[in-house]
């Protein structure tokens, strides 16, 4: 019953920008923390950005002044703003969230990825 669907990405020419979008259902949206994560072809999967439920942030190196994360929990929605687009930014961006389930069970829930490529 838990899903997060992302949506956003899509080609972009190097310097540009793009927003993606992570919808969540089953879950109370707004009492978890979230975030965003990529991963390249034969790549591991890295964090890119993080959101608390109080809205705190985090951000990877490489990301820092261009990605922005934030998020709606209206709309049960986090959203990941990415400026400046590198070509080193092309990869599959998934969408996270660190559930914290009645009984204290704590487990991640994953998307099923949107493709990101930069390129000219």
């Known amino acids: 019953q838990v899903q997060l669907v992302e949506s956003g990405g899509g080609l972009v020419q190097p310097g540009g920008s793009l927003r993606l979008s992570c919808a969540a259902s089953?879950?109370?949206?707004?009492?978890?923390?979230m975030g965003w994560y990529r991963q390249a072809p034969g790549k591991q999967r890295d964090m890119v950005a993080l959101?608390?439920?109080?809205?705190?942030?985090n951000y990877a190196d490489s990301v820092k002044g261009r990605f922005t994360i934030s998020r709606d929990n209206a709309k049960n929605t986090v959203y990941l703003q990415i400026n400046s687009l590198k070509p080193e930014d092309t990869a599959v961006y998934y969408c996270n969230a660190d559930v914290r389930a009645v009984g204290g069970v704590r487990y991640n829930v994953w998307g099923q990825g949107t493709q990101v490529t930069v390129s000219s």
């Open positions: 089953g879950i109370i949206f707004s009492i978890y923390d």
């Open positions: 959101i608390t439920s109080g809205g705190s942030t």
